[in-house]
């Protein structure tokens, strides 16, 4: 039976107003959750919800499918209704400078204890100086001091005492003490010694040498006098100091009694402010402070390091280091890391430039996203995670081991030498949600074993949903959102419609709607735009369809070029006439996200051969597998169905004229058939038409992608030409549902200028084709004679029959 044109009503899947039981949108009740998603739903349900070790989830979907907006829906519900996790603070190691430790405490408290450290710091100062200006404190200082001058004296006394019982007396010279003899209370001149009598001057001699050995023990006894009493006094100091610091640090102690390490961590500021005190006692903003802060600042460097006495070097080991401060939290964290480097996920520790070397403490230890995000969840995106060197591996060894160690990339990898800190570990209790492109997820599958233990659930995200009224609905709630969202004027319910109707066409699909949450969201602000140039209160279907309109006339500079070449004859394309082995095949070309049809000629030539059909595109390395493997199947076809009782003798060459690129799919198998059955035939093809359609070895025509855009293409070529009622497409019946055709070409059909035809079988479109009946085999197999298959059978044996007659001889000569 002949194949019928279809109808207008069937090249267009169109919403229609009425069904909508709204105005415009400001009636309906807002919706900003994605939509269309419930497999992917109801894995982040799970996956949020299940508290067990590797459960961290990836999200896979196309970008602008709404991922973000779910995932991020979904756990800011589940984290409101959650604790809020501590703070995160680190602190010196007075036992080990380089391995800072790490306080957490209650949310909140972090800032609230980095101050009382600030203060602790300021009091202890004052009660300090208050305790060491106490008179009690100058009284006990002073008669320690006076202890070691009593001892001095004494002992000088004693030996001045038996000086003076030898006639001698103790004189103070540069070089140290020495000994003169005295007469009558006057030291004797040398020329009064040199008359004294030999024996007198050698008893005197004796004495002072005896003398001087006593002092030189004086002297030596002297340091011991002054460590003991410098003990004594430091004994006082810190008796002292005791008595100050300690209610100060005890007050602190009790405040934050409940929290161990914080208390443990007061005493030891306690015993190391006790064993500095110099530090403490020196004045504050003193010459030599100024002086620093004058070479600070005329090196430009050094924020923070000596802006004030108590930030001072020597006080900064006093400070909290609050890494992440909860105080304005409410429940869990979520946190999106916008760049997922090694150093923003794990954090790190800078360094700064001091008088010529690079300085740094625990004060300068940052936190990463894992820090932040902790006790809550983090959303990452898969893709930028990856291609930061570093950041896959720091992240897998974070969620792998439950903690957090923060490491210089250079000294991990050995890169440099110089001492950095190692801050002590932090354990961890978080949630990943990675996002990324289904590819990525099955390459990271495929090619780490360590990712399916690390990333258990995966949230599939789908492009496009079922079309029908609850949906349609749930789209336009969507709209409604977005329109609420963006303040933008309220759409009508035709503008709405037709949203709804370009939407199923984005996906190529009458009974599909796409959930492309983004280009959905551009194509409503862009309608809003020429609702305000037109003046109009609201947005209409006139608007939506001019935002369209605009995007594609922005993007389709490329295909009004091709299509020139074919006008102006440059690229062959014929639209009207018969010839032998050639038709209009169609394809696709993509663009970004605008796709448009181009006809394409096809041609096939014929010889007699040993049943080989050759795609010279294959032979020359522009056919992708997928095209061979259409080609190949068009050999299977002929070989079963016209060459069952002998061999198949022909030799047959294919290929797409003036193509200069790449040619991938198996849309156009069907219209290589076409062409190879006439060429064999000699049966003339109308070119009036083209076709797309793949073809399986039983003869069926299959669907393919991109069926509007390939209508279109062709249309508008003839369009171009002048339609003459007798073009058209031949398409596979199974895409009808596909049909969301372009307006003008709807009203091209509805004044039968234009013609889509849908077949099943190769049959039914040779028919349409050539105008002869394509002939069905009787029981035997054989096919009427004038028909197309009759006679491409009668062509096929002869040509196995001339075969076999041109390679007699040649076998009758081997046998001689």
């Known amino acids: 039976m002949p194949v019928s044109a279809l109808s207008p009503d069937r090249l267009y899947h169109r919403c229609d107003p009425q069904t909508l ?66 703070d995160i603070c680190y602190v010196k190691n007075f036992e080990d400078d380089h391995r800072p430790k790490i306080l957490m405490v209650e949310p909140g408290s972090g800032k609230a204890l980095e101050k009382d450290m600030k203060e602790m710091v300021e009091n202890v100062r004052r009660a300090l100086r208050a305790a060491f200006e106490n008179e009690d404190y100058q009284n006990r200082r002073q008669s320690i001091k006076q202890e070691l001058q009593e001892k001095q004296q004494k002992a000088f006394e004693e030996l001045q005492k038996k000086a ?51 002092a030189g023990k004086i002297f030596q006894q002297i340091p011991q006098w002054q460590r003991k009493i410098g003990e004594k006094q430091k004994e006082l100091d810190r008796e002292v100091s005791q008595y100050a610091v300690g209610p100060v640090i005890e007050e602190l102690i009790k405040k934050y009694e409940d929290n ?54 020597e006080m900064r080991k006093y400070h909290v280091n609050v890494l992440v401060d909860n105080s304005s939290a409410e429940g869990a964290p979520v946190v999106y890391e916008e760049n997922p480097t090694y150093q923003n996920l794990i954090g790190r520790v800078e360094h700064q430039a001091h008088m010529g070397t690079l300085f740094t403490d625990f004060d300068m230890i940052r936190a990463g996203a894992l820090h932040r995000a902790n006790g809550g969840y983090l959303i990452l995106d898969a893709l930028k995670v990856l291609r930061d060197p570093f950041a896959w591996e720091g992240l897998k060894r974070a969620l792998k081991s439950g903690e957090i160690k923060i490491e210089s990339l250079g000294q991990m990898y050995s890169l440099i030498s110089t001492v950095s800190l190692e801050p002590e570990p932090f354990r961890m209790k978080i949630k990943v949600v990675l996002m990324g492109q289904p590819l990525i997820y099955y390459l990271i599958r495929h090619f780490d074993p360590e990712f399916s233990e690390l990333f258990k659930v995966a949230a599939d995200f789908a492009h496009q949903m079922d079309r029908n009224e609850k949906n349609q609905n749930a789209l336009a709630g969507l709209i409604a959102g977005a329109v609420k969202h963006e303040n933008m004027h309220p759409f009508s319910r035709g503008a709405v419609a037709r949203v709804i109707e370009h939407s199923a066409r984005t996906v ?245 200028q234009f013609h889509i035809y849908a077949v099943q079988t190769i049959d039914e479109g040779i028919e349409l084709l050539t105008g002869m009946e394509a002939g069905e085999a009787d029981d035997q197999g054989y096919f009427p004679e004038n028909t197309v298959n009759g006679i491409v059978y009668k062509r096929l044996a002869e040509m196995a029959k001339k075969r076999l007659d041109f390679m007699k001889p040649a076998v009758e000569k081997e046998g001689e």
Request: proline share 4%; aromatic share 6%.
């Open 21 to 86: 039981s709204f105005e415009t949108t400001d009636e309906l009740d807002p919706k900003e959750d994605s939509i269309g998603q419930p497999r992917a739903a109801e894995s982040l349900r799970f996956g949020i919800g299940i508290a067990r070790e590797g459960y961290n989830i990836f999200a896979l979907g196309e970008p602008g499918t709404g991922k973000y907006t779910l995932i991020r829906s979904f756990l800011d519900k589940r984290a409101k209704d959650e604790h809020v996790p501590p």
């Open 164 to 214: 003076e019982e030898d006639n001698l007396t103790i004189m103070r010279t540069p070089s140290g003490l020495s000994f003169a003899p005295v007469k009558d209370e006057e030291v004797i001149s040398p020329e009064e010694y040199e008359k004294l009598p030999e024996e007198e001057r050698k008893h005197l001699e004796e004495r002072v040498q005896e003398l001087q050995k006593e």
């Open 260 to 313: 161990e390490k914080i208390v443990e961590h007061l005493k030891d500021v306690e015993k190391d402010i006790i064993d500095n005190l110099q530090a403490f006692r020196q004045p504050q903003g003193g010459q030599q402070n100024q002086l620093q802060q004058m070479i600070q600042q005329q090196m430009g460097g050094g924020q923070g390091i000596q802006e004030a006495d108590a930030d001072s070097q």
């Open 508 to 752: 190529g699909d009458g009974e599909k709607l796409s959930v492309h949450m983004q280009r959905l969201t551009d194509l409503l602000r862009e309608a809003d735009y020429w609702a305000s140039e037109n003046g109009n209160g609201k947005v209409e279907a006139e608007d939506v369809q001019k935002a369209i309109d605009s995007w594609i006339y922005r993007s389709d500079r490329l295909r009004e070029r091709m299509q020139e070449q074919i006008d102006r004859g440059i690229v062959f394309v014929d639209t009207e006439g018969a010839k032998v082995g050639q038709i209009n095949g169609l394809s696709v070309i993509g663009l970004g996200e605008f796709m448009f049809g181009r006809p394409a000629r096809i041609t096939a030539r014929t010889s007699m051969g040993k049943g080989s059909v050759v795609d010279i595109e294959r032979e020359v390395d522009m056919g992708g597998p997928i095209h061979s493997k259409g080609v190949l199947i068009l050999g299977g076809y002929l070989r079963a169905r016209y060459a069952w009782e002998h061999p198949m003798s022909l030799s047959a060459s294919l290929v797409f004229e003036q193509s200069y690129g790449g040619i991938e799919g198996d849309s156009a198998s069907s219209a290589e058939l076409y062409a190879l059955l006439s060429a064999i035939s000699k049966i003339p093809i109308k070119q009036s038409f083209a076709v797309t359609g793949s073809v399986n070895q039983h003869g069926q025509v299959q669907p393919i992608g991109g069926v509007n855009e390939k209508i279109e293409g062709f249309f508008d070529t003839c369009h171009a030409r002048g339609l003459t009622g007798e073009q058209g497409v031949l398409i596979p019946e199974s895409n009808v549902s596909h049909l969301m055709l372009r307006r003008d070409v709807i009203e091209a059909v509805e004044k039968g």
